[in-house]
């Protein structure tokens, strides 16, 4: 995959997300490459190799801003198996960024759906991709409201020991950027930079 940027909470936010990608399968997933731990960002742009290249790419003075989620969608590709849908409307802050980094890197450097990841799931345990995102809803970790443009979602948000009462998320502040080296297993990625967008 090489090398990405990725967009991130800030460390409270992010353990919180975290709660909600702790769902695990029944019984053991076939391939070791399912359900790996990895934390929550928003991918803005990839390069085969350039780490430089990237980091140029980010445009001086990017402020830091709030990424609203807005659907819980299931996917055919490992890297989308089940994310949220993040809003990203043409003049949004997180589509000017998308649309700057395309400018400089190129359309294809840019994934095509702005969203957050909740889980990757190998091909040979597809069928649990849909099974998560049904088991999201109906503990009531992810809830729906709206439709059309309109629609949104929040995280409720539980700890382990489900004493404490869920903290509800239906965005997050976009406080850095990292870059990150994501190459072989999922669990081996290396965070090469983290950036601090200014307030």
Do not use: N
């Not at 990725?6 to 399968?25: D, E, F, G, Y």
């Not at 140029?56 to 590709?77: C, H, N, T, Y």
């Amino acid at each position: 995959m090489g090398i990405s940027l990725w967009l991130v909470p800030p460390a409270s936010q992010a353990t919180k997300i975290k709660h909600t990608m702790r769902v695990k399968p029944s019984s053991p997933p076939r391939s070791s490459a399912s359900f790996p731990p990895f934390d929550p960002h928003v991918t803005l742009a990839s390069h085969p190799s350039d780490a430089s290249a990237l980091r140029a790419a980010i445009p001086s003075g990017q402020r830091a801003f709030g990424v609203r989620f807005k659907s819980l969608e299931v996917g055919d590709k490992y890297f989308m198996s089940v994310y949220v849908a993040v809003h990203s409307p043409p003049g949004s802050p997180l589509e000017t960024l998308r649309e700057h980094l395309r400018e400089k890197l190129g359309e294809q450097a840019v994934p095509p759906v702005a969203h957050l990841s909740l889980y990757y799931i190998d091909d040979a345990d597809k069928e649990e991709r849909e099974r998560t995102a049904e088991t999201l809803r109906s503990e009531l970790r992810v809830l729906e409201s709206g439709r059309g443009e309109a629609r949104s979602v929040s995280l409720a948000c539980v700890d382990d020991d489900g004493e404490q009462e869920p903290e509800i998320l239906d965005s997050f502040d976009g406080e850095e950027i990292w870059v990150v080296k994501c190459e072989g297993p999922v669990p081996e990625w290396e965070v090469i930079e983290k950036i601090e967008l200014a307030r």
